[in-house]
């Protein structure tokens, strides 16, 4: 193609060289509407490359997106089922102790048991008893020993309350159309469970409610029971610690190397350096983090604080050069200007250039956040990639993320895992789109154009 | 960039002087304090076990029933792989190791070595109850009915053929026993890295190779046949899928024709869309792999320190909890999570061994 495009160029330029007319010619087609038509084409067909990939990466995305969606929205509502509930005296502490210790202890499976049974009276055969206590999650047991250790003077009343459907019974109620048998065995629900919970939607005593374990829940082996505020709170400590560190000191090497540091072979060692750790890979700090933070320094394995000084390590560099390019591109009469009135180097850096390239540098640091946020990788080593059921209340805590905790959810042979994991990268892409709105809203609304 | 002051320096107070320097001053000295933070003395209230992927689950569950139940802080479980996690646990005794290993195999001599060698002298083994591996396809197409042979000949890289040593040559099943279907080899397994592998190599390949003439005359060295018996082939019909368990079975979901090797929880919470190869006639399930009649099955393993105990709290509750009938028991919450509970007699032994421990601290 190319050859040919250059067989018509000459020649039409030998033509323009004898000094006739490239586009008037003997006889039909004259090269140059040849090789206008040629390269018309060719410009067609990159358009249409253009357009294709662009179309193919939209299709991959969207795709994603909507399969992320589609397993993940119904785990923002949970099934919930109203079932009267006996705090008898004889179950929970017989004695009247009212010793919390004794209270923590009872068999509170029981209590949800015997409710059960008062709204399915009819006598049924021990297997079906069992299909009818299945129905309610364990999480219930421990929301009433939760509620009796809280306030013992229930012990000896009755009353009704939502419990937590168990989490075969809550995807099946939010998935499937409820009108046949077909397909209930893929929710592990049987014929008579099925029938059961038909009784139960008559009679009202079930309802969808929003999933608010989901957002203030720790980590949990039972689907219906997990939720990702430890590990949400985890991902907020460690950026803190990340930026706390690699903040100041990315953004100090940077006003050093920029506006103060001789040029010579060391700070060209230096910046060449800082270049290339921006791309090592970040399985390589954590490494580095485990030998250094936890093993010399005996830093506590699993915490934030390790985590995010893992982070910190990552996304210096970025930060570095962001800000290196942000003081570049305050202009030069800046600082003539201040120097002309007295001020020293210092004050001219710290006073003027830096205040000027604040806003490139905070949209460096968002886009850095961006990126410690969604690392797993370095996590795995640190220990960080652990099963915690308390919410982490330092930096010192042992953590997860949450990127960590959809790796960890994927690994589970549970099928509610599926929901949780879905709406956990909903989280996870929705606050990863707020800040990046907030980078380019930072820009728009700070940038100073010279 | 350098600037030389052309006036003299300005060391008074400026009197524009914008506020961002001063936190940003502020923000240094942070973080400087925190980079530079001797080694943090932490008292340990957690409990920190780490281990096996294939305990994990196991693991997880008695930690949050033991939290959700006791007193005691819900412990720390790491999943680190059963070798990583012995490493560490074998690293020393104190605050910073773990108290808990998970393993899915014994440990071995190396290990207990390693041990000794950083001061880890007493440490209990604890069996938890049994695992099964299975082979499983689409419930849609044909079950299986297979012998180690013949799982050997479609999977390993070099079997015996017409009385000689060759590169497996078997591309479809029925070229290996004509009643197996004319449907091409086609395995999903984990990768090398996986204790499920290793297992399975050991328990289905090793079996049925060792004692091949062929192999021994090749190979007269036990450990050397062993090794070449471990070996799986590496012409595309053996395809290594990641250690997520679920990525295999959503596999055999979408393509009926392939098989899959996994953990028998996984076949038992997909049992609407996947059956298991019966292994010499015997289906795997709950009862066949309890009583060993379903014969590719392994023990499960924790291993506590013994040095840990009275000083982190909870640790020998903790051990209780494991191996008490409400949790490891034939109708406890673990056989439902889908652990192959031990053997009565078993569990009694191993619910003295941990009364042991835990009298052994209480004494002290």
Request: charged content about 20%.
């Given at each position: 193609?190319?050859?040919?495009?250059?067989?018509?160029?000459?020649?039409?330029?030998?033509?323009?060289?004898?000094?006739?007319?490239?586009?008037?010619?003997?006889?039909?087609?004259?090269?140059?509407?040849?090789?206008?038509?040629?390269?018309?084409?060719?410009?067609?067909?990159?358009?249409?490359?253009?357009?294709?990939?662009?179309a193919l990466s939209a299709l991959f995305l969207g795709s994603l997106i909507l399969n992320i969606l589609g397993n993940g929205y119904s785990a923002f509502t949970r099934v919930q089922l109203y079932i009267p509930i006996e705090f008898s005296k004889e179950i929970l502490d017989p004695e009247g102790t009212n010793d919390p210790a004794v209270l923590s202890k009872a068999d509170y499976r029981k209590l949800v048991r015997n409710g059960l049974l008062y709204l399915f009276p009819a006598d049924m055969p021990r297997a079906q008893k069992f299909e009818l206590y299945a129905l309610v999650s364990?999480?219930?047991?421990?929301?009433?020993?939760?509620?009796?250790?809280?306030?013992?003077?229930?012990?000896?009343?009755?009353?009704?309350?939502?419990?937590?459907?168990?989490?075969?019974?809550?995807?099946?109620?939010?998935?499937?159309?409820?009108?046949?048998?077909?397909?209930?065995?893929?929710?592990?629900?049987?014929?008579?469970?099925?029938?059961?919970?038909?009784?139960?939607?008559?009679?009202?005593?079930?309802?969808?409610?929003?999933?608010?374990?989901?957002?203030?829940?720790?980590?949990?082996?039972?689907?219906?029971?997990?939720?990702?505020?430890?590990?949400?709170?985890?991902?907020?400590?460690?950026?803190?610690?990340?930026?706390?560190?690699?903040?100041?000191?990315?953004?100090?090497?940077?006003?050093?190397?920029?506006?103060?540091?001789?040029?010579?072979?060391?700070?060209?060692?230096?910046?060449?350096?800082?270049?290339?750790?921006?791309?090592?890979?970040?399985?390589?700090?954590?490494?580095?983090?485990?030998?250094?933070?936890?093993?010399?320094?005996?830093?506590?394995?699993?915490?934030?604080?390790?985590?995010?000084?893992?982070?910190?390590?990552?996304?210096?560099?970025?930060?570095?050069?962001?800000?290196?390019?942000?003081?570049?591109?305050?202009?030069?009469?800046?600082?003539?200007?201040?120097?002309?009135?007295?001020?020293?180097?210092?004050?001219?850096?710290?006073?003027?250039?830096?205040?000027y390239a604040l806003p490139g540098i905070m949209t460096g640091v968002i886009l850095s956040i961006a990126r410690a946020l969604g690392e797993t990788s370095p996590l795995l080593l640190i220990g960080m990639v652990a099963f915690l059921t308390d919410i982490p209340k330092t930096i010192t805590d042992p953590a997860t993320t949450l990127p960590v905790q959809v790796y960890l959810w994927t690994n589970n042979p549970e099928f509610g895992f599926v929901e949780n994991t879905a709406a956990a990268i909903i989280v996870l892409l929705f606050v990863l789109v707020v800040i990046n709105a907030l980078?380019?809203?930072?820009?728009?609304?700070?940038?100073?154009?010279? | 960039?350098?600037?030389?002051?052309?006036?003299?320096?300005?060391?008074?107070?400026?009197?524009?002087?914008?506020?961002?320097?001063?936190?940003?001053?502020?923000?240094?000295?942070?973080?400087?304090?925190?980079?530079?933070?001797?080694?943090?003395?932490?008292?340990?209230?957690?409990?920190?076990?780490?281990?096996?992927?294939?305990?994990?689950?196991?693991?997880?569950?008695?930690?949050?029933?033991?939290?959700?139940?006791?007193?005691?802080?819900?412990?720390?479980?790491?999943?680190?792989?059963?070798?990583?996690?012995?490493?560490?646990?074998?690293?020393?005794?104190?605050?910073?190791?773990?108290?808990?290993?998970?393993?899915?195999?014994?440990?071995?001599?190396?290990?207990?070595?390693?041990?000794?060698?950083?001061?880890?002298?007493?440490?209990?083994?604890?069996?938890?109850?049994?695992?099964?591996?299975?082979?499983?396809?689409?419930?849609?197409?044909?079950?299986?009915?297979?012998?180690?042979?013949?799982?050997?000949?479609?999977?390993?890289?070099?079997?015996?053929?017409?009385?000689?040593?060759?590169?497996?040559?078997?591309?479809?099943?029925?070229?290996?026993?004509?009643?197996?279907?004319?449907?091409?080899?086609?395995?999903?397994?984990?990768?090398?890295?996986?204790?499920?592998?290793?297992?399975?190599?050991?328990?289905?390949?090793?079996?049925?190779?060792?004692?091949?003439?062929?192999?021994?005359?090749?190979?007269?060295?036990?450990?050397?046949?062993?090794?070449?018996?471990?070996?799986?082939?590496?012409?595309?019909?053996?395809?290594?899928?990641?250690?997520?368990?679920?990525?295999?079975?959503?596999?055999?979901?979408?393509?009926?024709?392939?098989?899959?090797?996994?953990?028998?929880?996984?076949?038992?919470?997909?049992?609407?869309?996947?059956?298991?190869?019966?292994?010499?006639?015997?289906?795997?399930?709950?009862?066949?792999?309890?009583?060993?009649?379903?014969?590719?099955?392994?023990?499960?393993?924790?291993?506590?320190?013994?040095?840990?105990?009275?000083?982190?709290?909870?640790?020998?509750?903790?051990?209780?909890?494991?191996?008490?009938?409400?949790?490891?028991?034939?109708?406890?919450?673990?056989?439902?999570?889908?652990?192959?509970?031990?053997?009565?007699?078993?569990?009694?032994?191993?619910?003295?061994?941990?009364?042991?421990?835990?009298?052994?601290?209480?004494?002290?």
């Amino acid at each position: 193609m190319l050859k040919r495009t250059g067989r018509q160029a000459r020649l039409v330029l030998r033509r323009i060289q004898k000094n006739k007319n490239p586009f008037v010619f003997s006889y039909g087609v004259t090269p140059a509407q040849k090789w206008i038509a040629g390269r018309k084409r060719r410009e067609k067909q990159f358009k249409f490359f253009g357009f294709i990939s662009i179309a193919l990466s939209a299709l991959f995305l969207g795709s994603l997106i909507l399969n992320i969606l589609g397993n993940g929205y119904s785990a923002f509502t949970r099934v919930q089922l109203y079932i009267p509930i006996e705090f008898s005296k004889e179950i929970l502490d017989p004695e009247g102790t009212n010793d919390p210790a004794v209270l923590s202890k009872a068999d509170y499976r029981k209590l949800v048991r015997n409710g059960l049974l008062y709204l399915f009276p009819a006598d049924m055969p021990r297997a079906q008893k069992f299909e009818l206590y299945a129905l309610v999650s364990k999480a219930g047991y421990y929301q009433l020993c939760e509620m009796v250790i809280n306030d013992p003077s229930l012990v000896g009343r009755r009353g009704e309350l939502w419990l937590p459907a168990a989490s075969n019974v809550d995807m099946f109620i939010k998935r499937h159309s409820l009108k046949s048998e077909i397909g209930i065995s893929h929710y592990k629900v049987s014929t008579r469970q099925f029938s059961m919970l038909k009784e139960l939607i008559d009679k009202e005593r079930l309802r969808k409610v929003f999933n608010r374990q989901f957002f203030t829940g720790g980590d949990s082996q039972e689907p219906e029971q997990a939720g990702i505020l430890g590990s949400f709170i985890g991902s907020l400590f460690t950026i803190f610690v990340c930026i706390a560190v690699a903040f100041p000191l990315g953004v100090a090497t940077a006003l050093y190397l920029e506006e103060f540091a001789k040029e010579n072979w060391l700070t060209d060692l230096i910046e060449i350096n800082i270049n290339n750790l921006a791309a090592v890979p970040s399985i390589i700090y954590g490494l580095l983090g485990l030998s250094i933070y936890i093993n010399i320094l005996g830093m506590p394995r699993s915490s934030t604080l390790v985590g995010g000084l893992v982070l910190a390590l990552l996304v210096m560099p970025v930060i570095v050069i962001a800000t290196r390019n942000a003081l570049r591109a305050v202009p030069h009469s800046v600082r003539y200007a201040a120097l002309a009135m007295g001020a020293n180097p210092v004050q001219v850096a710290m006073h003027h250039t830096f205040i000027y390239a604040l806003p490139g540098i905070m949209t460096g640091v968002i886009l850095s956040i961006a990126r410690a946020l969604g690392e797993t990788s370095p996590l795995l080593l640190i220990g960080m990639v652990a099963f915690l059921t308390d919410i982490p209340k330092t930096i010192t805590d042992p953590a997860t993320t949450l990127p960590v905790q959809v790796y960890l959810w994927t690994n589970n042979p549970e099928f509610g895992f599926v929901e949780n994991t879905a709406a956990a990268i909903i989280v996870l892409l929705f606050v990863l789109v707020v800040i990046n709105a907030l980078a380019a809203w930072v820009r728009q609304r700070f940038e100073i154009k010279w | 960039m350098k600037f030389t002051p052309v006036s003299p320096p300005n060391t008074g107070p400026s009197i524009n002087r914008p506020p961002v320097s001063g936190s940003f001053l502020m923000l240094s000295v942070t973080a400087l304090a925190v980079f530079f933070m001797p080694g943090i003395a932490h008292a340990r209230d957690k409990i920190h076990i780490v281990g096996s992927s294939t305990v994990y689950p196991f693991a997880t569950t008695v930690a949050e029933e033991f939290g959700n139940t006791t007193d005691f802080a819900s412990p720390i479980v790491e999943s680190s792989g059963t070798g990583g996690g012995l490493k560490l646990f074998c690293s020393g005794v104190g605050d910073d190791f773990p108290d808990i290993a998970n393993a899915s195999r014994a440990i071995k001599d190396s290990e207990r070595g390693q041990c000794e060698k950083n001061g880890v002298k007493d440490v209990t083994e604890i069996k938890i109850g049994y695992d099964g591996i299975v082979l499983a396809n689409a419930k849609k197409s044909f079950q299986f009915d297979l012998t180690k042979e013949q799982i050997f000949n479609a999977l390993a890289k070099k079997v015996v053929k017409d009385g000689a040593l060759v590169a497996n040559p078997y591309k479809n099943w029925n070229e290996i026993d004509p009643s197996l279907p004319a449907e091409k080899i086609e395995v999903y397994g984990p990768p090398t890295t996986s204790g499920t592998r290793d297992a399975f190599v050991e328990l289905v390949m090793e079996k049925a190779c060792v004692g091949l003439a062929e192999f021994k005359a090749a190979f007269p060295d036990d450990d050397a046949r062993k090794k070449e018996c471990h070996l799986i082939r590496e012409d595309g019909h053996y395809i290594e899928a990641g250690e997520n368990d679920n990525l295999i079975v959503q596999k055999l979901r979408s393509n009926e024709h392939a098989l899959g090797i996994f953990g028998y929880s996984f076949l038992e919470q997909n049992a609407d869309a996947v059956h298991g190869a019966k292994i010499s006639g015997v289906a795997p399930a709950y009862a066949a792999i309890a009583d060993g009649s379903y014969s590719i099955s392994r023990p499960l393993f924790i291993y506590v320190k013994n040095a840990h105990i009275g000083s982190v709290p909870g640790l020998a509750e903790f051990a209780e909890e494991f191996v008490s009938e409400k949790a490891a028991g034939d109708e406890g919450y673990l056989a439902v999570k889908g652990l192959i509970s031990l053997p009565k007699a078993e569990l009694v032994e191993m619910e003295k061994r941990v009364a042991a421990l835990s009298s052994a601290a209480k004494s002290n």
